[in-house]
């Protein structure tokens, strides 16, 4: 009998408001084992998060949010550590080519499970100008305004 994988996502909504994406890659992570439970019941937070290429020349993720286990006691982690992210060392000096460009930056879009894994889609991106945001905001409530006026 074949099980259904699960399909938690925890997806950066801020990212897509913030910036602009180029890039997408995906990336395995390195956790210990009350992260990856913690995270299958949903209690990651990617909001404040970013990456960076070490001086060792790793990918690593920074101030990503994983809430310690409710059942995890001696062995729980500290919920803002680093973590390494996964990649073949080519793609990863692709990626520091694109960073050294003025003004990218590397930003997780979600963290999601693949095969039993967990797998993070990082994305080149720019940052927003306040006048981008604002027409963002506007072209979201013209589709909502579209929306209600269909139904």
Known sequence: M???PT????????AFFEY???????????LVGTEVKSI????????????????????????MEIKPYEQ???FNHD?????TLLMHKKEIIRLAIEVKEKGLSIIPLKLYYKHNRVKVEIAVCRGKKLYDKRQTIKEREQKREIKSALQ
Request: glycine content about 10%.
């Open 2 to 4: 074949k099980r259904k």
């Open 7 to 14: 399909s938690s996502v925890i997806k950066n909504k801020r």
């Open 20 to 30: 602009e994406v180029f890039k997408r890659y995906e990336a395995g992570i390195a």
């Open 40 to 63: 299958r019941a949903g209690q990651a937070y990617l909001g404040d998060a970013f990456c960076q290429i070490n001086t060792s020349g790793d990918l690593e993720i920074h101030q």
């Open 72 to 74: 995890g006691n001696i």
């Open 79 to 83: 919920p803002k550590r680093r973590r």
